[in-house]
Structures are given as structure tokens and as C-alpha cells.
């Protein structure tokens, strides 16, 4: 059974920092693709990165980049993204999610291509 376990979430002033981290047990992730997802009240579950677990390609939205850093622990099966220069409209429940088996392509955006996700962690950035 595959778990995802985020952490790191919280209530931080605009401008502010935050790491999340990712824990991942169950399985051997060298094959997989990982990925950082947020929804905010309302709105649709959008992709924010996306990480392979053993070859580090690297894909951010747009919003992000330059912004945030996502990266990967393989002794400690652990993914993380340190958020810095956060703004309100980063303001989201943050997921993680894994895909098995995975090929590198445009589908690492796609939610709906994912077979494992965590349970989320509250961001909230305050103006």
C-alpha cells in the first residue's frame, strides 16, 4: 500500500518561507514521477512541479518558478518544495501525488494522470 504523508504547512506573512515535505512508503519510487498539487476554495486542483524520483527532470507552473524549488531525498523516500517569496494567491491546500511507472512528458501537469496522493497540508499567506 502507498502512502503519501505531506507536512510543513502553515500561516506566514507575505514575502514569507515555507518547506513542505512529502514522506513516501510502500514501494521502491526509482520509477516514479512525483508531483506538488494546490487547491484553493473554489477552484480547480492545479500542478505546481513536478519531479522524477531518480533522474531529476523538472517541470513548475509558470506562477512559481524562480519562486519555488522542488526536490527529492531517495535514502529518505522523501520529496519537498521550498516555497520562498510567497504570495497570497498561493494561499492553498498543497497535495503530493505519484505516478508509477512513469515516462517523462506534458502529462506530468495533468492531475487526473496520477495514482497516488497525499492527504494535503494547509498553506495561508497573509497580505
Known amino acids: 500500500q502507498v502512502q503519501l504523508v505531506e507536512s510543513g504547512g502553515g500561516l506566514v506573512q507575505a514575502g514569507g518561507s515555507l518547506r513542505l515535505s512529502c514522506a513516501a512508503s510502500?514501494?521502491?519510487?526509482?520509477?516514479?514521477?512525483m508531483g506538488w498539487f494546490r487547491q484553493a476554495p473554489g477552484k480547480e486542483r492545479e500542478f505546481v512541479a513536478a519531479?522524477?524520483?531518480?533522474?531529476?527532470?523538472?517541470y513548475y507552473r509558470d506562477s512559481v518558478k524562480g519562486r519555488f524549488t522542488i526536490s527529492r531525498d531517495n535514502v529518505k523516500n522523501t520529496m519537498y518544495l521550498q516555497m520562498n517569496s510567497l504570495k497570497p494567491e498561493d494561499t492553498a491546500v498543497y497535495h503530493c501525488?505519484?505516478?508509477?511507472?512513469?515516462?517523462?512528458?506534458?502529462?506530468?501537469?495533468?492531475?487526473?494522470?496520477?495514482?497516488?496522493w497525499g492527504q494535503g497540508t494547509q498553506v495561508t499567506v497573509s497580505s
Open positions: 501525488a505519484a505516478k508509477q511507472g512513469a515516462v517523462w512528458g506534458p502529462y506530468v501537469t495533468d492531475p487526473a494522470k496520477y495514482d497516488y
Open positions: 510502500g514501494r521502491t519510487f526509482s520509477n516514479y514521477v
Open positions: 519531479i522524477t524520483w531518480s533522474g531529476g527532470s523538472i
